[in-house]
């Protein structure tokens, strides 16, 4: 594949292309966090603020995925967003941008990533039932993927499940944290 990296706060010109893709991605999940493209502006606006790494990956002239990291911790920071359009997705184009911003952030003297995969839609087995103290940690230790859900995609790239926060988006739909040491 034929592609390059660029710096999406240094690059303006693709700013507003990486709103329209985290507009019609999401949607086309199901996903209304980004339901317009003033509000997936803002998102952007917010991503190429420094010290905020921002990258995208382009094909022929063309962004086709994008990836955000900003600072959580000192030493940690939270990968937010990834996306990658709808028709390239299943093609390696999310695990490059995963590497290049991983090689971004160790330059950074950044050791660890952590991100959060929320299940709104019902697509992995915690969903099923109510999170609570005593059965929290067996929940995790056996999730399964029932419908695609993105935290698959992250463990074959080296993140773990580090905990979830039950009902984050409402009665069973938890959100899934995940961490990787980028050392």
Request: net charge negative; aromatic share 10%.
């Amino acid at each position: 594949m034929n592609y390059s990296i660029v710096d999406i706060a240094e690059q303006n010109n693709y700013q507003f292309e990486a709103a329209r893709i985290l507009t019609q991605t999401f949607l086309d999940l199901g996903n209304t966090s980004w339901p317009n493209i003033k509000n997936a502006i803002i998102e952007i606006e917010q991503c190429v603020d420094l010290p905020n790494i921002c990258i995208g990956l382009i094909q022929n002239d063309q962004l086709i995925g994008w990836v955000g990291l900003r600072p959580m911790y000192d030493k940690t920071w939270e990968l937010h967003p990834l996306v990658v359009k709808t028709e390239y997705q299943g093609k390696g184009i999310g695990k490059i941008l995963l590497k290049e911003i991983e090689n971004r952030a160790k330059e950074k003297g950044i050791i660890g990533i952590v991100l959060g995969t929320d299940d709104e839609y019902n697509k992995t087995s915690l969903s099923d039932i109510d999170i609570n103290e005593n059965n929290i940690f067996e929940e995790i230790n056996k999730i399964q993927n029932k419908n695609k859900h993105p935290y698959e995609f992250y463990q074959k790239n080296g993140y773990m499940i580090v905990g979830i926060i039950p009902n984050a988006n409402g009665l069973r739909k938890p959100d899934i944290w995940m961490w990787k040491n980028i050392l």
